[in-house]
């Protein structure tokens, strides 16, 4: 069995408009972040990047409403490979774990850093459906450097 065929029939996908209504949710975080006093909306955020990528996506209270949501909407249904996202999960939570600790440290210039990347991939994925991370994974995975599944 190829790559391919595996991933259509893997036990772990995810809904891709869910992935992309999270994007959507962290480009607004970062862009209160950085163009607003707003700076608390951050902690909840990694936390939820912390369930969905060390965790299980399913606990993730941002990934419920948005898949309550969008089953209100009556959109979705795009089923995708889960890996790839949790490990994007994985590097979101990085990204703005780095980010709340440099600004609770004072170290604002590298916490806006930070926001300002998580800002561009989040975009990317949101409103282009280019996820880098996901690339990075099939990557890693083909450089054999870790496992996916």
């Known amino acids: 069995m190829n790559i391919e065929e595996y991933m259509k029939d893997a036990p772990l996908q995810i809904d891709s408009f ?7 949710f962290t480009f607004v975080v970062c862009a209160l972040y950085l163009f607003t006093p707003l700076k608390w909306p951050i902690f909840p955020l990694f936390l939820d990047f912390y369930v969905r990528g060390f965790m299980t996506p399913e606990y993730s209270l941002l990934s419920l409403f948005n898949a309550k949501l ?9 089923r995708v490979f ?3 996202k949790i490990f994007a999960a994985k590097v979101g939570f990085v990204f703005s774990f780095l980010a709340f600790i440099f600004y609770i440290s004072g170290y604002d210039i590298l916490a806006i850093i930070f926001i300002g990347l998580l800002a561009i991939f989040s975009f990317l994925d949101a ?5 880098a991370a996901c690339h990075l994974h099939s ?11």
Do not use: E, M, W
């Not at 869910?18 to 959507?24: I, L, M, P, Q």
């Not at 969008?70 to 795009?78: D, T």
């Open 82 to 84: 889960a890996p790839p």
């Open 18 to 24: 869910v992935s992309r209504a999270n994007a959507t």
């Open 127 to 131: 409103f282009v459906d280019y996820c």
């Open 139 to 149: 990557y890693f995975v083909q450089k054999k450097i870790f496992k996916s599944f």
């Open 70 to 78: 969008l089953k209100f909407l009556h959109i979705g249904g795009h």
